[in-house]
């Protein structure tokens, strides 16, 4: 049985190119390769296309042979990014998609492309702003569906901070640092494909997200007006944050590259360049090979992180929040009472508090003063009670998508946070 070359990419995200039936003799096959290498990125660049010869595109047989860096043409390698040809050439590319563990219907060219960012090429039908949108929109929706199965209690500022411990731009910067992926020193048509590709001097087309643009934008940043949760859950992204112009963003960070913060603005352009790759590492994972790989690639490189959710709670009135609590779930009153102590005329004294609501006792911390270790036995009650969670175990919404799926159980939904004003 005679094997088929693959002449295109199969997805809708990227640009596709007419394949050649299996019955076109080689000499077509050739004619059009050649004619479609002469008129490469010719829509993207202002250089004027030159004839290429036949020989240096086929060996002789029916497979391509790629020319080394040293015979690519000027032209080449005055394009903003790579071909996507050269990506079978490249060791790193090939290092890469082995560590990631990817399937093999991902092709290079495919994950080379994931590397492009937008600040290194304009042009959307080679970098990776298409591929980093689905990445980005799969991230979040399993990210979010996970905390709120697995914690059902979570204030809404807390799932915030959670959401983006998980999948914001700092966490994915170092997702894509731990892949080993290397950036270049400045983008163009000669630097390998496998290394990540972004300019140090300008940001990219920002990638359309959640949230929305407040026209109250300049009295929040400038007199500091209030915005709820509420609020934030309407408006804002999907980390509560507030949607700014990326044009002010900018002007801010180089107004404070040459201050005591030294590249703080290369810094932000390599971070958002990073995590903008690793969505789309995501997204073509899901355009190649579907729901359940993306799914499983993002557990095993974005869930499987360890966050202390413990240590994102910051309490103004424990004490008073607690009695809160109590009185709305119609438990007796918390009661705090000392269990032990030592060195109550020393210099280092240690008590022992207890936070009880009837018999039963709710929390406890050991403080230096008595203050202290009453309101840090409430907060750990208040904690106890927010971070309950079915199990790591927990099904999630997504799982329902499985063919022969088990019937769905209700999750368990709270009532919501406690507001102490």
């Not at 042009?123 to 990776?128: I, L």
């Not at 869930?303 to 109590?326: A, G, H, I, Q, W």
Request: glycine content about 6%; proline content about 7%.
């Amino acid at each position: 049985m005679k094997r088929l070359r693959v002449d295109r990419w199969t997805s809708q995200l990227l640009v596709a190119r007419p394949g050649a039936a299996a019955s076109t003799p080689v000499s077509a096959l050739r004619s059009a390769a050649v004619s479609r290498a002469a008129a490469v990125r010719h829509r993207s660049t202002a250089a004027a296309p030159q004839p290429l010869q036949e020989d240096d595109y086929f060996d002789g047989t029916d497979h391509p042979r790629f020319p080394p860096l040293e015979s690519i043409p000027p032209r080449s390698i005055s394009l903003p990014s790579p071909l996507p040809e050269r990506a079978l050439q490249s060791a790193k590319l090939a290092a890469l998609h082995a560590r990631l563990s990817l399937s093999p219907n991902v092709p290079l060219q495919t994950l080379a492309r994931a590397l492009v960012d937008a600040s290194a090429d304009a042009n959307p039908e080679f970098n990776n702003t298409n591929l980093a949108f689905v990445g980005r929109t799969l991230i979040n929706y399993h990210v979010a569906e996970m905390l709120m199965v697995r914690y059902p209690r979570l204030p809404m500022e807390i799932l915030f901070g959670a959401m983006k411990g998980y999948a914001g731009p700092v966490s994915l910067h170092q997702v894509a640092r731990s892949w080993g992926v290397e950036h270049a020193a400045a983008p163009g048509g000669e630097v390998d494909p496998g290394l990540l590709q972004f300019s140090l001097s300008k940001k990219g087309d920002a990638i359309t997200g959640m949230g929305y643009k407040r026209a109250e934008l300049e009295g929040i940043k400038k007199f500091k007006w209030r915005h709820g949760i509420s609020s934030r859950v309407v408006f804002d992204n999907e980390f509560g944050e507030v949607v700014e112009d990326d044009e002010h963003d900018v002007e801010q960070l180089r107004a404070r590259r040459d201050t005591e913060y030294g590249n703080q603005y290369t810094r932000a352009l390599a971070q958002q360049a990073y995590s903008t790759a690793a969505w789309a590492v995501v997204g073509a994972i899901y355009t190649h090979c579907g729901r359940e790989a993306a799914k499983n690639f993002i557990r095993a490189h974005v869930l499987s992180r360890t966050l202390d959710l413990s240590k994102l709670f910051v309490f103004k009135r424990p004490t008073r929040e607690l009695s809160m609590l109590c009185a709305r779930e119609e438990f007796e009153l918390p009661v705090a009472r000392l269990l032990s102590e030592t060195g109550r005329l020393s210099r280092t004294p240690v008590f022992v508090v207890g936070i009880f609501s009837g018999k039963d006792k709710l929390g406890e911390a050991a403080a230096p003063s008595l203050e202290q270790a009453r309101n840090k036995a409430a907060m750990n009650t208040l904690k106890a009670w927010y971070l309950y969670s079915p199990g790591e175990q927990a099904r999630v919404p997504s799982d329902m998508l499985v063919d022969d799926a088990k019937p769905w159980e209700p999750a368990h939904i709270d009532m919501g946070e406690v507001i102490s004003w």
